[in-house]
């Protein structure tokens, strides 16, 4: 019997390790990477979505989120992080601590003002997001709307209708967006789903602005 359960915490150890993803980063948004091939949710923060924008204080409308995913892939690109796993969100992503050379990403991200601290799940990062504020550091030097109200806003808000705005904005299975013109061999069976965050586009410049890319076929 000893024998047994000898063997069954072998075999687990390395079920256990697998959670922690450890290995080379590539970005794909703010605060959802791929680590070592695990899809990953940083813990702890909240950066603002590839489409959203924010408005400097000349009243200029900028992609802040589009800035920050290029903010964060010139950082972190192809390093190395080890990550802590602490839960599983609803898309099935790890959401995890992690660092890069000994220091904590989500720290580091909300101290420079790259993202925010998502105080709804954790208060570790609250003082750093208020040095930031204080010192208008990063998204702190303009006007923003925090990513999860901006998220709310666009499930509330009415879609474009397909007879105005006929090119689909679709998510894939791996958070790639990618939109789908009239006559495209994917088009006719490409659904929009809200909740995702798809949508419809009223033009290829609206839709690449928005961080889409064309639909290879």
């Known amino acids: 019997m000893l024998r047994i359960c000898a063997i069954f915490v072998l075999c687990l150890i ?5 959670a922690d993803p450890r290995g080379r980063i590539r970005v794909i948004d703010g605060d959802t990477w791929d680590v070592g091939g695990e899809r990953v949710r940083l813990f702890g923060i909240d950066a603002p979505e590839s489409d959203q924008t924010c408005q400097s204080p000349d009243g200029a409308v ?14 972190y690109e192809g390093k190395r992080a080890g990550c802590k796993a602490v839960d599983t969100d609803r898309y099935g992503r790890i959401v995890a601590r992690c660092e890069v050379a000994g220091r904590d990403v989500g720290r580091a991200m909300v101290s420079d003002g790259l993202a925010f601290a998502y105080r709804r799940y954790a ?10 504020a204080v010192n208008g550091r990063g998204l702190h030097g303009s006007r923003f709307q925090r990513p999860a109200q901006f998220r709310s806003a666009k499930r509330s808000a009415v879609p474009p209708s397909r007879q105005d705005c006929p090119i689909k904005g679709n998510v894939s299975s791996k958070g790639v967006k990618i939109y789908h013109v009239p006559g495209q061999e994917h088009y006719g069976r490409t659904q929009i789903n809200m909740a995702k965050g798809e949508r419809w586009f009223c033009s290829e410049a609206e839709a690449r602005r928005a961080g889409w890319r064309r639909a290879r076929r």
């Open 62 to 75: 900028w992609g802040c989120g589009q800035w920050v995913s290029q903010q964060v892939k010139a950082r």
């Open 123 to 132: 208060m570790d990062y609250d003082l750093d997001e208020k040095g930031a």
């Open 14 to 18: 390395p079920l256990l390790a697998a």
